[in-house]
């Protein structure tokens, strides 16, 4: 797998910059003021019980390139980013399927099936990724990556 650093602008925010000064002028103070809180409001934020697959493993991938993530720790959510078309058998395009999941609600039942199966391994990388998830909970997304191929 090759991780692509490209800016993904559906995770950024550009800054404005100001020049009003306490004092000097109070309706450009204000301006200055509803402009960065507007600015705040862009920033995306993540929300696992509402991602695409595609945001999903671009935050997968943003954890693993800042070190907050390992690779084996990243199995699980890969794992979830997968999706096999029932018509076809093929897999179907992350980067163009726009359908919203509750991640954490799909690694619950993940680990509920993992456990019916007696697959106590698996059932705790899904409880460790469902506390990840809960840990970065609305948490301000990074520049997102893709990987080649995807974009």
């Given at each position: 797998m090759k991780i692509n650093t490209e800016s993904n602008h559906l995770y950024t925010a550009q800054r404005t910059q100001t020049s009003a000064k306490p004092g000097t002028n109070p309706a450009s103070f204000a301006s200055a003021i509803s402009a960065a809180t507007a600015e705040t409001s862009a920033v995306k934020q993540a929300d696992f019980t509402s991602m695409t697959r595609q945001e999903m493993f671009d935050w997968m991938n943003d954890q693993i390139r800042g070190g907050k993530m390992s690779f084996d720790e990243s199995s699980p959510f890969l794992?979830?980013?997968?999706?096999?078309s029932a018509a076809t058998g093929q897999p179907v395009d992350m980067a163009t399927d726009t359908t919203r999941i509750?991640?954490?609600e799909k690694a619950r039942l993940g680990m509920e099936g993992a456990r019916s199966n007696n697959d106590p391994a698996?059932?705790?990388r899904l409880q460790a990724a469902i506390e990840?998830?809960?840990k970065h909970q609305g948490l301000a997304?990074?520049?997102?990556?893709r990987v080649r191929g995807h974009d």
């Amino acid at each position: 797998m090759k991780i692509n650093t490209e800016s993904n602008h559906l995770y950024t925010a550009q800054r404005t910059q100001t020049s009003a000064k306490p004092g000097t002028n109070p309706a450009s103070f204000a301006s200055a003021i509803s402009a960065a809180t507007a600015e705040t409001s862009a920033v995306k934020q993540a929300d696992f019980t509402s991602m695409t697959r595609q945001e999903m493993f671009d935050w997968m991938n943003d954890q693993i390139r800042g070190g907050k993530m390992s690779f084996d720790e990243s199995s699980p959510f890969l794992g979830m980013t997968m999706k096999i078309s029932a018509a076809t058998g093929q897999p179907v395009d992350m980067a163009t399927d726009t359908t919203r999941i509750n991640f954490v609600e799909k690694a619950r039942l993940g680990m509920e099936g993992a456990r019916s199966n007696n697959d106590p391994a698996l059932a705790q990388r899904l409880q460790a990724a469902i506390e990840f998830m809960r840990k970065h909970q609305g948490l301000a997304l990074g520049v997102g990556s893709r990987v080649r191929g995807h974009d």
